[in-house]
């Protein structure tokens, strides 16, 4: 099911009802852009530690937005039944603009050609989008309402609003004490700005909100300093009511918050990224506070990328490149469990994923993230007990599921997941290669990729000046690359050893060398016969 801004107010209850009665929630999202183009050298790389990957990426998620959230609510339909109920909706988001809040965002071509090509509705983001905004924002809009200190920054809306004061301006000049005006189609978050920048700007105005549009009324200003001191006014401008519909879908993501339910997605990091930067907070500097507000926010994580990465190769599956082949497989004859696999079934509300396959659109990816969760955690289930044949709970999926539980996948670092609950693992990528050149003056990091990548693609570092370090996430690219240039007569290639490659470690080995020299040296020649006097 679609939710815009049209209709999201008045489902937010049924969705909470839904969160409260779930097991856990499927995740995705689909962004403006991915990653930023950076100058050379400040590009992610498989160098990159935790930190630092964090620090790259970090700029990213400030220059895109999110355009589609997908969440698919999976609840159990009884204690002894192995079957359960599918709700998916997708969110169609767009920046909040009221006030001095005006967004700026970037789209990235690819991107939005790939989005295309799945038939993602363009108009139905940028003209019916929910508002969102983060605490701090909100903060900041709160401060404003209270102080009156509002000023709109939308080049539009001070168009639009220079024109509505002139003709109030003039109707002024002509009416009475007591006389009203209507201003016509006027509504939302733009009827709320009209009324506070009219009775800023015109002090003998008084203004109310209708369901035609604003109305104005010529006061005097002593009874102008009483309509401002009523409770009425508080009533008038509704500012609770306009602050929820400005805040839009960050009030449902307090909702998963609170909620504490389990959050599957598939190689999910940036969306954990996004969640954080437009819902919660911007993102802080620190790498380490970023994990641990995420496990504040979601205790229970499950990537569903991470879990199929490390059993795929022990169940002797075929190679599945994205998530619908994830799917695919899992439901395939292929899986031994697949004929008492859990039964899941989709919500009426949701009937067009029964047959259709609907790949990238947001909410069809979160319900894939969790059939393919149930699906692997019965597998892991199944064969941890033997074979044995039962009808197992979902705390008993999430039991096999716990070596995975708070382990994210990571793409292009050194290590190859984020360990939210706790530090991070050591690096389970394949060794690092040292490569050192002869005879090619004046070589670079570009030029010894462009050498290695018909045969596998390495990320390069440049060492010292003739040698270079290599560095890949497959070991087969490792084994191929010493076997092909192991009498290469200019490209020397080997494994990258600490204590013996360092330039630190040479430099102390030097020094302790010399100084070594020395001391015999002076304990040969302090050891010599005295001058016989």
Request: glycine content about 4%.
């Amino acid at each position: 099911m679609e939710l815009g801004a049209d209709c999201f107010e008045q489902k937010l209850p049924m969705l909470e009802e839904l969160i409260l009665a779930s097991d856990f929630l499927g995740l995705d999202i689909e962004f403006t852009g991915l990653r930023s183009i950076y100058p050379k050298g400040q590009q992610t790389s498989l160098f990159d530690s935790p930190a630092e990957w964090y620090l790259k990426t970090r700029r990213s998620i400030q220059q895109f937005t999110v355009c589609q959230i997908g969440l698919s609510m999976f609840s159990n339909m009884g204690r002894k039944s192995n079957k359960y109920l599918a709700h998916s909706y997708n969110f169609f988001l767009f920046p909040t603009t009221l006030g001095i809040m005006d967004s700026e965002f970037s789209f990235q071509a690819s991107s939005i050609l790939f989005l295309n090509q799945y038939g993602f509705d363009y108009n139905k983001f940028l003209k019916n989008g929910i508002p969102y905004m983060n605490e701090e924002q909100e903060k900041k809009i709160k401060q404003d309402l209270l102080t009156g200190n509002w000023k709109v920054r939308s080049t539009l809306d001070k168009d639009q609003m220079k024109v509505v004061i002139d003709e109030v301006t003039r109707w002024l000049e002509m009416a009475q004490e007591g006389d009203w005006m209507t201003l016509p189609d006027i509504t939302g978050f733009q009827a709320f700005e009209v009324q506070l920048v009219l009775r800023q700007a015109l002090p003998t105005v008084w203004t109310l909100m209708k369901d035609k549009g604003v109305l104005v009324k010529k006061v005097s200003r002593q009874y102008r300093w009483c309509l401002e001191n009523s409770s009425r006014d508080h009533d008038d401008c509704r500012r609770e009511k306009i602050l929820l519909s400005a805040r839009g879908f960050a009030v449902f993501f307090q909702m998963l918050v609170k909620a504490k339910k389990p959050l599957v997605g598939h190689n999910m990091m940036m969306d954990l990224l996004h969640l954080h930067e437009k819902f919660y907070r911007p993102l802080p500097e620190s790498y380490e506070q970023f994990k641990l507000n995420i496990h504040g926010l979601f205790p229970v994580l499950i990537d569903t990328k991470n879990v199929t990465k490390e059993i795929w190769k022990e169940l002797s599956f075929p190679r599945a490149s994205n998530l619908l082949e994830v799917y695919e497989v899992l439901n395939s004859d292929l899986n031994p469990t697949k004929n008492s696999c859990p039964v899941i079934i989709h919500a009426s509300e949701c009937i067009k994923y029964v047959e259709t396959k609907y790949p990238h659109e947001a909410a069809y990816d979160a319900f894939l993230c969790g059939s393919v969760l149930l699906k692997v955690a019965h597998l892991l289930l199944h064969r941890s007990t033997g074979g044995v044949r039962l009808e197992p709970t979902f705390p008993q999926y999430l039991g096999v599921l716990a070596p995975y539980v708070n382990q994210v996948n990571l793409i292009r670092a050194c290590i190859s997941k984020i360990n939210f609950s706790g530090p991070d693992s050591p690096s389970s990528r394949p060794p690092t290669l040292i490569l050192k050149v002869k005879r090619w003056p004046g070589v670079d990091e570009e030029q010894i990729y462009y050498e290695f990548k018909d045969l596998c693609k390495f990320d390069v570092r440049r060492f010292t000046r003739n040698q270079f370090l290599l560095m890949t996430n497959k070991f087969k690219d490792v084994r191929i690359v010493l076997q092909e240039y192991r009498y290469h007569p200019d490209l020397q290639v080997m494994l990258y050893r600490y204590w013996r490659h360092s330039p630190n470690i040479n430099c102390i080995l030097q020094i302790c060398g010399v100084v070594t020299a020395w001391a015999f040296l002076a304990f040969i020649l302090g050891g010599s016969p005295s001058h016989v006097q």
